[in-house]
């Protein structure tokens, strides 16, 4: 099963790697990473997306987390409202011909065109998991020359009530 | 605050101890804060400054002649003392000699500071002579490591490695520490308070999970305590004991365990595990209520976790969150530290029904089943050898193995009444740590009897340590159970590969009585069965170092067994 993990950490050298080492001999499956700092510049927020084979494996994730002395706070989000993106940008073959087309395509996803070259064309497009491949699904045909996704970055949604009947917001 | 309060406190602080000092002075300042007495070492380039100033001021240092003697001693030391291990060495080499000491305190929770030189900060990185990542290395090996930049950080790290490594789970913590940073100049202001938010281990337990297990033991009719070395890492024994009495419950314990629960107490049921007691592995495998008290439910305890304790509710007490439904799903989940669980736990007035036909039906197992083996008139059985150390040291010796069948027959022969007086390296199955582990046990209780009771292969890791007995007149013990063999391998490949003994029988051996000689330390071998007694007393009775030279039966298996794979129920070798 896939969960959205968020962990808060010290932004302190080498949390990265703790992280990556404590997944990998464990033999936690990660699907994504993404890390940035947050409001606070000493410290970092991680979003972990993870496989796991059943719940133990989950609650293993989280305790062997919670156990890295630089690891402040974990989080499993996946079963609350949270507001989940990614960011891919992908490099289209394009034809003068077919550019508009594929712009036209692009525009109810949101995505812009960030580049644009003789032969093709760059798209940035952000959202969740779905979104972005349901995009890159609909660019295929065209020919794909090159993409460049981000893990997903996830917060929880301040309040309940506002996104019970929109558990992911597909498109902005 | 007002102003002028700042003002004032500031400048307090400023009063109480703010001297300029070196890195390397700042390092032994904090060691002398924490209490440190002994630290354990071997000096090279990138650390000489720290060296210099062991020189300067005196602190008690033991030089090993390998770095892994060393951390072993480190180690030998913190689990009889209860105190951290202080292991000291340099860059490169003398860092990556003590990775497998370090992986031993880590996975058997020892409390150790591992402080390595390192090159300077402006050539980290580069391959410089003697350079070694040990931040990275030791990464999954250390509860937390550190690589100080700055001088100024080195009391706050120094006070964080302490806390860190004693308190909840102990565990080894590396502190790395570049050459530039040790002769650096800065403030030395020993902090008071730690502050780490993301290090809180949960100590105290939750009150709904007690009243649960208060509940589960009032229901209970096959309840078993399984008690493994978290009892005596947080010094709970003697709770554990009022908690076994008063509710009358059977104890088993770990390999880790042995002495948290007197072995000779009625209740004692002796070890569990691969090569536990009959009645230790069936009381486990027959309860219907397990209460884990500070094991890990390791893989050579469980045997095959599909048939362990298939009727038994789980309550398991560990101060770990993360061992917690680890590998067993357990019922009653009590993040706790041992004793502090133990002593609420003895609060309770529940009543039980004393679990009498549960009694008597372990003490059947215990006289059907006990352990056994057979004299064959000619040769020293090393069971008998162990049954003699454990008479002719009545009992009260601190004693430490090395890994293989020696270690499983000290295990089973030689009965733990004490806490802290069993030393063995359990998770990591560590050979060469024995020895040099009763050497930092002797530095820990300088007045008990320290018997090393270790593998004729085992010995020839880290016997270099002869050295620091000679040196010191320290009077270690040493008892080789010599069967001219790598035991406990030659064993496998009897039962398991056809008896295809590949490289596991010694086709020569060195004279380890003229090895002894050479470090001026008296040695004795023994290859009469009869002559074991008394050479062992006298031995024994000398004030300095003795080494011994047991000949025993070479082909002797270890009994019971449960063979890989197999649960509890299974067990081979059981007395016909
Ligand atoms: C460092 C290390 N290498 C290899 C092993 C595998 N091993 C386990 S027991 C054993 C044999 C030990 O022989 P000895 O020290 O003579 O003890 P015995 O089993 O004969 O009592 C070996 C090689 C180990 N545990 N540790
Ligand atoms: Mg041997």
Not at chain 2, 555 to 563: K, Q, S, W
Request: charged share 20%.
């Amino acid at each position: 099963m896939i969960r959205t993990i968020t962990a808060t950490v010290n932004n302190s050298s080498g949390v990265l790697n703790r992280i990556t080492g404590l997944f990998a001999r464990r033999q936690f499956n990660i699907e994504s990473i993404t890390v940035g700092v947050t409001e606070n510049p000493e410290i970092s927020r991680m979003t972990f997306v993870v496989n796991v084979d059943n719940d133990r494996a989950l609650d293993q994730v989280i305790k062997q987390l919670n156990k890295q002395v630089d690891v402040l706070k974990v989080r499993d989000i996946s079963g609350d409202t949270i507001v989940a993106r990614e960011l891919a940008l992908i490099k289209v073959v394009s034809t003068p011909q077919n550019r508009s087309e594929i712009e036209t395509l692009a525009s109810p996803f949101r995505a812009s065109i960030v580049d644009v070259g003789r032969d093709s064309v760059t798209l940035q497009v952000t959202g969740d998991h779905q979104k972005v491949e349901a995009l890159i699904d609909l660019l295929k045909p065209y020919g794909i020359k090159e993409l460049a996704r981000t893990g997903a970055t996830a917060l929880k949604r301040s309040s309940k009530s506002q996104s019970q009947e929109l558990k992911y917001s597909f498109i902005q | 605050m007002s102003m002028d309060l700042e003002v004032e406190a500031k400048m307090q602080a400023a009063e109480q101890t703010d001297t300029q000092m070196s890195g390397s002075q700042m390092i032994l300042q904090s060691l002398v804060e924490e209490g440190v007495d002994i630290i354990f070492g071997y000096p090279g380039g990138a650390i000489l400054p720290t060296y210099d100033e062991i020189y300067k001021k005196g602190i008690r240092h033991i030089l090993a002649r390998h770095e892994q003697g060393a951390i072993h001693a480190a180690e030998g030391y913190a689990r009889v003392s209860g105190k951290a291990g202080v292991c000291i060495v340099t860059s490169g080499p003398g860092a990556t000699n003590v990775v497998t000491g370090i992986a031993d305190a880590m996975i058997d929770s020892l409390p150790l500071i591992v402080i390595s030189g390192q090159v300077a900060t402006n050539v980290i990185g580069t391959d410089a002579f003697q350079e070694a990542d040990m931040v990275g290395i030791t990464m999954p090996i250390t509860k937390h490591n550190f690589q100080i930049r700055d001088v100024q950080e080195i009391p706050t790290v120094m006070k964080q490695a302490f806390h860190i490594a004693t308190t909840g789970r102990p565990g080894p913590v590396l502190i790395d520490l570049p050459k530039d940073v040790s002769t650096n100049v800065g403030t030395f202001n020993y902090p008071k308070h730690i502050e780490l938010p993301g290090y809180q281990p949960t100590v105290q337990p939750n009150r709904l999970q007690i009243k649960k297990l208060n509940a589960a033991i009032k229901e209970a009719k096959r309840p078993v305590i399984l008690a493994g070395a978290g009892v005596l890492l947080s010094g709970g024994s003697s709770e554990l004991a009022t908690f076994a009495k008063t509710r009358n419950i059977p104890v088993v314990t770990t390999l880790l365990g042995l002495g948290s629960f007197p072995e000779s107490e009625e209740l004692s049921l002796g070890m569990a595990g691969m090569h536990g007691l009959y009645t230790a592995n069936m009381a486990l495998h027959e309860s219907d209520l397990l209460i884990n008290i500070g094991a890990r439910f390791d893989d050579r305890l469980t045997g095959n976790l599909d048939h362990f304790a298939p009727n038994a509710t789980i309550a398991h007490v560990d101060v770990d969150p993360a061992e917690i439904g680890k590998n067993i799903d357990t019922d009653i989940p009590i993040v706790s530290d041992a004793k502090r669980a133990l002593e609420i736990l003895n609060t309770s007035k529940e009543e039980n029904d004393g679990f009498t036909a549960w009694h008597e039906h372990l003490t059947s197992y215990q006289k059907e089943n006990p352990l056994w083996y057979e004299e064959d008139g000619e040769t020293l059985k090393p069971q008998k050898l162990l049954e003699l150390i454990y008479e002719e040291t009545n009992g009260e010796a601190i004693v430490t193995t090395d890994v293989g069948q020696h270690q499983m027959w000290t295990a089973q022969y030689y009965q733990f009444d004490e806490p802290d007086h069993w030393v063995t390296s359990g998770g990591l199955g560590t050979m060469g740590f024995g020895f040099p582990a009763a050497i930092g046990a002797q530095f820990a209780k300088p007045d008990k009897a320290v018997v090393a009771v270790i593998g004729d292969a085992g010995f020839q890791m880290t016997l270099q340590e002869l050295s620091i007995l000679q040196e010191l007149n320290l009077p270690v013990k040493i008892v080789i159970v010599n069967n001219a063999s790598l035991g406990m391998v030659r064993q496998w490949q009897q039962l398991f590969y056809e008896e295809r003994y590949s490289h596991s029988l010694f086709p020569i051996q060195p004279d380890f009585i003229k090895l002894a000689e050479a470090y001026n330390i008296p040695g004795f071998k023994v290859e009469n069965p009869d002559e074991a007694r008394d050479v062992l007393k006298k031995g024994l009775e000398m004030d300095g170092p003795v080494l011994f030279d047991f000949r025993v039966t070479s082909l002797e298996n270890v009994y019971p067994m449960i063979a890989p794979g197999k649960g509890h129920q299974e067990m081979e070798g059981v007395k016909p």
